[in-house]
């Protein structure tokens, strides 16, 4: 007898053993069903041992699961990601089975080759045997591949060449051909590329920071490296990471046109039906190319051969509810399990990458200017000290002058910030309450086109009521301050003929609207767009030559290790959305504080000076990248027995060299959704394993069924 030793997708402790039913001959990877407590429950075997000797009753595994089995390297790298996030491995494995758990797609119509010869050849139906005999694919998917209208297809299918076959979900996705339309690089990327080639060549673990200035052609540079490294094997694939899904249409139509056939997505808006078919695609080495966002590091790759991290600076690659994670840092440990190179792609890169790039650990790849001659926009500040907006307005007169001569060349402007809603805080007149949330101690957002008052924080919502719920006061609430519909109302009353629209999270419901919305300013049928951070990302708008930052100082005020850094690199890429193609482009940033380093160095694109600069404030401080950080963040719903754990638990913190630790402190958010936070700070040298003093630390006391306890390596949110 053996014993399987199964890892379930569930925040427990460790894998649990079962043993192996006779002639079950399992292996390491297999997805089975086994019994826990009255359920059966999914999981996957991560290890077999001889059971001879055992003498405790064990369940026995009820059955395998009929889907590919996780590879090795997708189970190593669970293992590690939980390691590494202080966390149980069955909270990466959710992650990693995610795909493969939705219910199968209905069948799917294939053509397939049937072995007759067609009865005359032509180069169009070479080209569709060629195709078919490399994947199985519905007959208009087919047509797509080999470059050839239907009717090749149906003419082929009627003479019996071809014949129709439905398949569950075992339809391949069109292999891309890595010399379908390669473009001819300008001189600084065909240098970039052949240091990427001999990266991808070598077959060995390798992080390249792929730097260069907005529209200095990355995409373009990292695709040839993509092109590169499928021709390493048949069955090679890449992983293209990127940080928002309103830019993952936009790449796979590059991509689609670069190599003949489109790569698979994968993100939150994919269909679960559709997840499962690319899940399993993955594992049997059928999809080559995946474009996604954070999750898909765990999927279950057969044989990758390269990651891409796009905008590898974005924050929304720290992933901070459920299993928290960084993906950038994570793409380079799956890499290196994988042997497999990672190209980071930036023009605004973390310290934590410019500092590896610096030391040596990183290959540092640059292009210096925009590809073609575009020129880089000219970036001025507003100081609203000398020219404020009128009482109760956001546009500066010189920002309304700029906006009026755009608009008059018939060009576009883009108003930018970071702020949904209409305004962010309401206030009552009579009593000065300030309204919030019920079981949150954050502020309600006014947001006039839902008519609702919002918690950004939990996503609580109520009408906007006509009087004060603390005083009781008729009409008496105010909205204070902008959020993107307030902007957007002050600029459609200067500008009544434009053609406005928003772009947030709530005009844009999900990744379809935010592509028309993108097409629509992309083709000139908007003329002023207002918006927060998803539009301020990767997109080309040719006819854009005028961006607006309305408060270029507000990610200043969180006051968090990363607020400057952030700050200059959001400003940054927004401003680089300005002048992309032949007209020159300007941005104009409205600030109170123009004497502040970061927006001196925006002002003069001295992005060296703002990073010198920043490494030695970090450095002084022993703060990341020079030291490491982690945060204890403790919450409860009952006072009581959340103070009496947290005091148990700051008494029991190990002593260890090189390590501080602060706290426990309210945390800024100290109450949401009716449960009290508090945080600890911990900082460490570099030497130390900060992972092992974590978990050490929880080790030595037991948390009640009361009280939460999340521990966040490199925390990016001090809330
Ligand atoms: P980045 O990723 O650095 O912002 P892109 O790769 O998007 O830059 O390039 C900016 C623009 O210049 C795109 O429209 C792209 O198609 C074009 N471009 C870049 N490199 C080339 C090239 N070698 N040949 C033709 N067009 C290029």
Redesign the pocket.
Known sequence: MRIAQVLIPLPLPEAFDYAEPEAMSLAVGDVVAAPLGPRLVRGVVTGLRDGAGVNRPLKLVAGRIETPPLPPQSLAFVEWAARYAVDQPGQPLAIALRGSTAPKERPQRVAQLTGKAPARMTPARERVLAAAAGAELAPAALARAAGVSAGVVSALIADGVLAEAFRETAVDFAPPDPEHAR????PS?AAALTELERLVASDRFGVALLD??????????YLEAAAAALRRAPDAQVLILLPEIALTEAVIARIAARFGAEPAAWHSGVAPQRRRRVWEAVARGKCRIVVGARSALFLPFAKLRLIVVDEEHDGSYKQEDGFIYQARDLAVARAKLGDAPVVL?S?TPSLETLWNAETGRYRWLR?AS???GALLPTISLVDLRASPPEPGRWLSPPLIIAMKEALTRGEQALLFLNRRGYAPVVLCRACGERLSAPDSDSWLVEHRYSGRLVCHLTGFSMPKPDRCPHCGAKQSLVSVGPGVERVEEEARELFPDARLAVFSSDTVAGPDAARELIAAMAEGEIDILVATQGAAK?H?FPNLTLVGVVDADLGLRGGDLRAAERTFQLLAQVAGRAG?WQKPGRALLQTWAPEHPVMQALAAQDRDAFVALEMAEREAAGLPPFGRLAAVIVSGSDAAALDGFVRDFAAAAPNAEGVDVFGPADAPFSLVRGRRRKRFLVRADRAVDLQAFLAAWRARTKVPGSVRLTIDVDPYSFL
């Not at 473009?183 to 300008?186: A, I």
């Not at 260069?212 to 540079?221: A, I, M």
């Open positions: 473009p001819t690089l300008n990327q260069g200035v907005t529209g200095s052609g990355k995409t373009e540079v792609a023009a292009l925009r590809h073609g990767g080309n992309r």
